[in-house]
Antibody, heavy 117, light 106 residues
Framework: EVQLVQSGAEVRKPGTTVKISCKVS????????IHWVQQAPGEGLQWMGR????????MYAEKFQGRLNITADGSTETTYMELSSLGPQDTAVYFC??????????WGQGTQVTVSS | DIQMTQSPTSLSASVGDSVTIICRAS??????LAWYQQKPGKAPESLIY???LLQTGVPSRFSGGGSGTDFTLTISSLQPEDFATYFC?????????FGGGTTVEI
């Protein structure tokens, strides 16, 4: 069974950086893109970007360009989502998802990030 | 960006009812559409991809239809575990975008 397990909740001050992990098990890590999606209160779901675990190639949504970095570590079969210059608008739950032609299944359980001074 | 508009935003129904949720794309996305179910505090789960193909393990009371710009998700004979929020997502082009969600409540 394919599983994506994310790291725990984080609290950060404005202007700082958060890095969340997503460990993949149950399938060949390099076979599928891993995507990241933001769910802010009252904002619905927003696609952030994806990484190709085989090559490390990334693609980001314009909204997050310049402060988002998604990486993949094949030795630990883990992907990371790093978001910098945090503001209150980044308070959200962040999900990783295994890509199938750019739809997602399964998803990680989600990681709550709270940005507060 | 392709905008995805869902309607209604919420609906009330009873166990055994049949409900239909509509998802409209701002441009032609052919059949590059997925549907997800999300329960409070949980991650979304895949229901349907390619507009009408059921994800493995999803009950047959869920069905999807449409192509181009207009799509539907129908749940026939609602079960207690179906009360949740449903999202559509287009994967025709980047950035990938989601509908705003439809909450099915009692």
């Amino acid at each position: 069974e394919v599983q994506l397990v994310q790291s725990g909740a984080e609290v950060r001050k404005p202007g700082t950086t958060v890095k969340i992990s997503c460990k993949v098990s149950g399938h060949t890590f390099s076979d599928r893109y891993i995507h990241w999606v933001q769910q802010a209160p009252g904002e619905g779901l927003q696609w952030m970007g994806r990484v190709d675990p085989k090559t490390g190639e990334t693609m980001y949504a314009e909204k997050f360009q310049g402060r988002l970095n998604i990486t993949a570590d094949g030795s630990t079969e883990t992907t990371y989502m790093e978001l910098s210059s945090l503001g209150p608008q980044d308070t959200a739950v962040y999900f990783c998802g295994r890509g199938h032609n750019n739809w997602f299944a399964p998803w990680g359980q989600g990681t709550q990030v709270t940005v507060s001074s | 960006d392709i905008q995805m508009t869902q309607s209604p935003t919420s609906l009330s129904a009873s166990v055994g009812d049949s409900v239909t949720i509509i998802c409209r794309a701002s441009q032609d996305i052919r059949s590059f559409l997925a549907w997800y179910q999300q329960k409070p505090g949980k991650a979304p789960e895949s229901l349907i991809y390619a507009a009408s193909l059921l994800q493995t393990g999803v009950p047959s009371r869920f069905s999807g239809g449409g192509s181009g710009t207009d799509f539907t998700l129908t749940i026939s004979s609602l079960q207690p575990e179906d009360f949740a929020t449903y999202f559509c997502q287009q994967y025709h082009s980047f950035p990938l975008t989601f509908g705003g969600g439809t909450t099915v409540e009692i």
